[in-house]
């Protein structure tokens, strides 16, 4: 389940901020260690550009690897280089934002997404 929590907010109950991943694992808990930094650097060599920028025609420098469909922890699917995209930040932030939140309307607690 996706968890979240509001960084600010006044009394009108406008909120001001919210953190999506206050629950998240860290980076070398999923995976992203030394042999991870180095693939993605060799990719991003490769894929400067960030693909969904450049299908709209638009030149933005690549800066995150993203798995075009998430992992979510199984080994196969991390290193299969073909479920691999080069992303800018924006994009990358925007489509894991757009899943998570597709997750926790779908999956319920206690479900999860087989791949």
């Not at 907010?9 to 995976?31: F, L, M, P």
């Not at 075009?68 to 196969?76: D, F, S, T, W």
Request: with cysteine; net charge positive.
């Amino acid at each position: 389940m996706i968890k979240w929590q509001i960084l600010a907010g006044d009394e009108d109950g406008v909120i001001r901020g919210i953190d999506w991943g206050v629950n998240r694992k860290t980076v070398s808990e999923k995976g992203y260690r030394s042999r991870w930094r180095k693939a993605r650097a060799v990719y991003l060599q490769s894929h400067p550009l960030c693909v969904r920028r450049l299908a709209k025609g638009r030149y933005v420098k690549a800066t995150v690897v993203d798995h075009i469909i998430p992992n979510r922890g199984e080994q196969k699917l991390f290193w299969d280089r073909d479920n691999w995209q080069a992303l800018c930040k924006s994009c990358h932030d925007s489509k894991t934002m757009a899943e998570d939140r597709y997750e926790e309307v779908h999956y319920p607690e206690g479900r999860s997404k087989s791949l």
